[in-house]
């Protein structure tokens, strides 16, 4: 298409006059659609439309946090429910039955006509619209009353308390195991009898060691009498002072020594008597004999000083042994005891929650409405006569482009 064919610049721009003249002249059906629109959205409104109210109420949320302790027992069965997800709870279809029992709706009515708000980090509020102001205000004071069984259901807590009385059980059960394998163990092993025996063996040991002193110290004493005696004359008598000493180590039994019966080191018996006129050959002859008892006792002792220190020590060994298992036992049972009076203290905090009462609490009650919330007859009528009007002004465009149309059809 050139140039020459376009249309007029001017007719591409609408005369604000003209839009004026022709709405004047289509006054008529445009007061027409406004009052038809008008009515009719009056009548639909006041008189087919049910009115519907609603009724509000308030809730405060307080979930407690569980103890530590208590929360890593038991990480699974419980876990503090955020507000949001309980608010998105309170609208299941098994909460709403409880709430129209008896109402003469259903839960998916109430469902279609109630909602959950989230206020803030602990608050909740609750709407209900319904057929009359009395329903609605009934309705949601119910399923208020209901938040706090609902909270304490989500909460957990008698079935945490159940679980935790459990551990408690299980704990005290593990200690009196423990304890019965300390008796069990102290008996099979007979701990008394082996540290009775272990006391003899010390005891033994000991009057050993002795024997063993004063058998070196008697034949220390012998050898002294003896080179003494050497250098005196066989026929002279031996001296008061030390014939008692002398004949005390000739008299005494070497072969079967006792721990109260062995010589004191240095020491001499002057209740000894020795016999009256002793003379150096004789008290030698007498030395030689109770030199070898000596030696003999000596080294009889000595073998019994090794035995001794040997069962001693693999005695000790074994009752050590016995005792450190024996330990082991005793700190399991005392561990499992502990935990046993740690749950027990923690589990105050249970009867503590019952104590504390309610989860959750209504803060606002909620009554019957004054005035329905819809329809809302004003707003209706209002968009009713605004499409109106622009029915009509659509509808006197489309007329007015139909009969220009048709006279420059006929020119």
Same mark, same amino acid.
């Given at each position: 298409?050139?140039?020459? *064919? ?8 609408? $005369?604000?006059?003209?839009f004026? !003249? ?12 406004l009052?038809?629109?008008? +009515?009719?959205?009056?009548v ?7 009115p519907? =109210? %609603?009724?509000?109420? @308030? &809730?405060s ?6 103890p530590a ?18 608010a ?10 409880? &709430?129209?029992?008896g /109402? ?6 109430? %469902?279609?006509?109630?909602? +959950? ?14 057929? #009359?102001?009395?329903l ?8 208020? $009353? ?5 909270? %304490?259901?989500?909460?957990n807590? $008698? ?5 935790w ?8 059960q ?9 008796? #069990?163990?102290?008996?099979d ?10 006391s *003899?063996?010390?005891?033994? =040991? !000991?009057?050993?060691?002795? %024997? ?5 110290i ?7 009498? *003896? ?7 066989? $026929? ?23 721990c ?7 020491g001499?018996? &002057? ?7 002793? @003379?150096?050959?004789?008290?030698l ?5 109770? /030199?070898?008892?000596? !030696?003999?006792?000596?080294k ?17 060994l074994?009752?050590?042994?016995? #005792?450190?298992?024996?330990?082991q ?14 749950? *027990? ?6 009867k ?8 959750a ?5 909620? @009554? ?8 809302r ?7 009713? !006569?605004? @499409? ?8 006197l ?10 006279k420059?059809?006929?020119?």
């Amino acid at each position: 298409m050139g140039f020459s *064919k376009l249309p007029p610049e001017d007719e591409y721009f609408i $005369d604000f006059r003209q839009f004026i !003249a022709l709405l004047w002249r289509g006054k008529w059906l445009l007061l027409a659609f406004l009052v038809v629109f008008s +009515v009719g959205a009056w009548v639909i409104s006041a008189k087919f439309l049910h009115p519907r =109210y %609603r009724a509000e109420a @308030t &809730v405060s949320v307080n979930f407690a946090r569980v103890p530590a302790g208590i929360s890593a027992r038991l990480p699974t069965l419980y876990y503090v429910p955020d507000i949001r997800t309980f608010a998105e709870a309170l609208r299941q279809e098994s909460v709403l039955q409880k &709430v129209v029992e008896g /109402e003469g709706i259903s839960a998916e009515e109430m %469902r279609a006509h109630a909602r +959950v708000e989230v206020l803030g980090r602990d608050s909740l509020r609750l709407t209900v619209a319904a057929n #009359n102001p009395e329903l609605a205000a009934r309705l949601v004071n119910k399923w208020a $009353d209901m938040v706090d069984d609902e909270a %304490r259901a989500l909460y957990n807590l $008698d079935a945490l308390e159940k679980q935790w009385q459990s551990l408690i059980q299980s704990d005290w059960q593990k200690y009196q195991k423990f304890s019965e394998q300390v008796h #069990n163990f102290w008996a099979d092993k007979n701990l008394d009898l082996l540290s009775a025996n272990l006391s *003899k063996i010390k005891s033994d =040991y !000991a009057c050993a060691l002795r %024997r063993q002193e004063a058998l070196t110290i008697a034949q220390g004493e012998i050898t002294h009498f *003896k080179s003494m005696l050497s250098s005196l004359p066989q $026929d002279q008598p031996v001296s008061p002072e030390d014939a008692p000493h002398i004949w005390q180590l000739v008299i005494s039994d070497w072969k079967n020594p006792t721990c109260d019966s062995v010589l004191a080191p240095g020491g001499a018996l &002057v209740s000894v008597t020795p016999p009256e006129g002793l @003379t150096a050959g004789e008290a030698l002859k007498a030395l030689d004999r109770a /030199e070898q008892n000596v !030696a003999d006792a000596q080294k009889q002792t000595d073998e019994r000083v090794l035995s001794l220190k040997s069962k001693l020590q693999s005695s000790a060994l074994e009752l050590k042994e016995l #005792n450190d298992e024996l330990g082991q036992l005793n700190n399991l049972r005392a561990s499992a005891f502990s935990e046993y009076k740690s749950f *027990k203290s923690q589990a105050v905090w249970f009867k503590y929650m019952k104590r504390k009462g309610a989860i959750a609490r209504v803060l606002q009650k909620a @009554t019957p409405p004054p005035a329905p919330y819809s329809p809302r007859v004003a707003l209706n009528v209002a968009l009713a !006569a605004f @499409t109106g009007l622009a029915l009509g002004v659509i509808l006197l465009f489309i007329k007015d482009w139909w009969e220009r149309s048709s006279k420059e059809g006929g020119e």
